[in-house]
């Protein structure tokens, strides 16, 4: 169920793309509860005038460096599940890419279950 689009800045390597991939989906698994296998993600790069942060919003220091996360998934995650979310990825990013967590934008947007279709132009979890 959930929908990750990872946007990182032009040049990173296949490696560090599946790495950073690998990141955001292991840390679904226990924080938010998300299914075994529910894996649907889109990389993007983008070169530096197409990727723009504001290096100081909201006191957090932010290089050139810094990578995007958005997960789209179903509504109903309590702030503590989300805030474990947002520490597994930037933790890991930190730990295995050597990305500052800093540099780690992560936006969740919640829709209702019945918002999406895995095929067949079906509505799997609409009730």
Do not use: C
């Not at 290096?55 to 509504?75: F, S, W």
């Amino acid at each position: 169920m959930p929908f990750a689009r990872i946007s990182v800045p032009a040049g990173k390597s296949a490696d560090f793309r599946k790495t950073a991939a690998d990141i955001v989906y292991e840390a679904m698994l226990p924080t938010l509860k998300a299914p075994e296998g529910d894996r649907f993600q889109v990389i993007t790069e983008h070169a530096e005038s197409d990727f723009i942060l504001d290096p100081h919003y909201l006191g957090v220091l932010r290089t050139k460096d810094a990578v995007i996360v958005q997960l789209t998934l179903n509504e109903g995650r309590t702030v503590e599940q989300k805030k474990a979310y947002f520490k597994a990825v930037a933790d890991g990013l930190h730990e295995r890419l050597k990305i500052r967590r800093e540099d780690v934008f992560i936006n969740l947007v919640e829709v209702k279950k019945e918002n999406w279709s895995f095929g067949n132009g079906i509505a799997q979890y609409a009730v």
